[in-house]
């Protein structure tokens, strides 16, 4: 426990830091400095500062991935939930990137860096993804017929409008009110419910909990 709260200590110093002065305007030795920790301990937990700069990431993406998860839990119609997910995937980003200051550019500017630590989030809002797809199968909303095919491509576009959406790019003009109907209505059309009659669910239809 002592060694895990001098690390976190060590990535909440290192993160106020680098969002103030910037990734490339801190050194170790300021975030040895400002945790009062001395550069024995900081070296002790991280080779440099590209490594206390991936941990930083992955806090931020832990913070976004428990949130995602708490959004994929509700008891929603699938198409409802589809559009949730993709716009909290939208704001979280939005959130972390705004909370924390100068990465705001950094974020996006070390795309490599940022991806590889991406990837164990990626994978887990994928899962998200493809069971709710699914489950808009079984319950006869959707028609589609690649199930992870559908996945990669709602993913891909979620990750692709993040910068759009986070320097207000995304529909000029346009607030989050306008955009989500928009959003609604490609989906419908993407995932065949234009072509086909809407079920009806009846209250007594136990859904499959999915979401651990």
């Not at 300021?30 to 002790?44: C, F, P, W």
């Not at 559908?150 to 995304?170: H, N, W």
């Not at 009110?177 to 928009?182: E, L, Y």
Request: charged share 25%; with cysteine; hydrophobic share 40%.
């Amino acid at each position: 426990m002592p060694q895990q709260k001098t690390r976190q200590l060590l990535v909440d110093v290192a993160r106020q830091l680098f969002a103030k002065h910037g990734f490339e305007n801190t050194t170790m030795n300021d975030i040895a400095e400002a945790s009062g920790k001395g550069r024995r301990t900081l070296y002790t937990y991280f080779k440099n500062k590209e490594e206390i700069y991936a941990a930083v990431i992955n806090g931020e993406l832990q913070r976004i991935s428990s949130t995602f998860l708490a959004v994929a839990r509700r008891q929603l119609p699938p198409l409802d939930k589809l559009v949730e997910l993709i716009f909290a995937h939208l704001s979280l980003m939005k959130e972390a990137v705004e909370r924390n200051g100068h990465l705001r550019a950094e974020f996006f500017r070390n795309i490599w860096q940022v991806a590889s630590v991406r990837k164990k989030y990626d994978k887990k809002e994928h899962d998200i993804f493809a069971k709710t797809l699914e489950e808009g199968c079984q319950r006869g909303y959707f028609d589609i017929d690649d199930l992870m095919l559908y996945t990669d491509i709602i993913q891909a576009c979620a990750k692709g409008l993040e910068v759009p959406y986070i320097y207000g790019r995304l529909g000029i003009g346009m607030n989050i009110n306008a955009t989500r109907p928009i959003v609604t209505k490609i989906l419908r059309r993407a995932l065949g419910m234009d072509v086909r009659p809407v079920p009806v669910i009846t209250d007594n239809i136990q859904q499959k909990q999915y979401y651990t």
